[in-house]
């Protein structure tokens, strides 16, 4: 049982540069959801979803996109890579509403040059 | 603004001594309460969730207790240990639709052999 698994674990980016993050949860969790961790700042929430084929925003989803096709996979998009999205990015996933008892995976810390 | 507080300075403990940690919030009426920890370059691991009709909670060494006309949450790690050196984190969540929680910057704990 993996339990959440991200690729890439490390990422160095050009600005303007588009990337996946991959995230992929073998538990048939209906919830998953990424977030952003920054240094001085809590985990901060960036997009989503509830079930396949439904997503919503969190609190910063400017600069990413979501997409939920299967229930295993959730994976984010950065559509033109900026220096303001260097961060370390997790995603979580959990059986029930919210991000109640989540699962996260390792995290993938992103540079953006 | 709804805000969460934790001590962001690290806790320093000697072995085998109870560490407290203290997690406070503003405008904030959560439906539950947890707390992660989270080891360097990891995912936050969840630990315990108690509920807001809920006083206390214990699982082994572990004890939370919330206390909702004070707006606090303690976190005691009994006869601490070595191992138990981490950052947690405590995150809040309101009632209603998803849930979305907010995550506290965390508190380090080092305990010292």
């Known amino acids: 049982n993996a339990g959440v698994t991200q690729t890439p674990k490390f990422q160095v980016l050009k600005t303007g540069q588009s990337m996946t993050l991959q995230c992929a949860q073998d538990?048939?969790?209906?919830?998953m959801s990424w977030y952003r961790q920054d240094p001085g700042m809590g985990l901060r929430l960036i997009h989503y979803?509830?079930?396949?084929?439904?997503?919503d925003q969190g609190e910063v989803p400017n600069g990413y996109n979501v997409s939920r096709s299967t229930t295993e996979d959730f994976p984010l998009r950065l559509l033109s890579a900026a220096p303001s999205q260097t961060s370390v990015y997790f995603c979580?996933?959990?059986?029930?509403?919210?991000?109640?008892?989540?699962?996260f995976g390792q995290g993938t810390r992103l540079t953006v040059v | 603004s709804q805000k969460i507080e934790q001590n962001s300075e690290a806790l320093n403990i000697q072995e085998g001594k109870t560490a407290t940690l203290t997690c406070n919030y503003t405008?904030?009426?959560?439906?539950?309460l947890q707390w992660y920890r989270q080891d360097p370059g990891r995912g936050p691991v969840f630990l315990l969730l108690?509920?807001?009709?809920?006083k206390e909670k214990r699982k082994e060494r572990l004890k939370v207790t919330f206390d909702t006309t004070l707006k606090q949450s303690l976190f005691h790690i009994t006869a601490s240990q070595p191992a138990d050196s981490a950052t947690y984190l405590c995150?809040?969540?309101?009632?209603?639709?998803?849930?979305?929680?907010?995550f506290g910057i965390g508190t380090k704990l080092q305990v010292i052999p």
């Open positions: 108690i509920r807001e009709n809920e």
């Open positions: 405008n904030y009426s959560p439906a539950y």
């Open positions: 995150a809040l969540a309101s009632s209603g639709g998803y849930q979305k929680v907010t």
């Open positions: 979580a996933s959990s059986y029930s509403t919210g991000v109640v008892s989540a699962f």
């Open positions: 979803s509830v079930g396949a084929g439904i997503t």
């Open positions: 538990m048939n969790h209906e919830y």
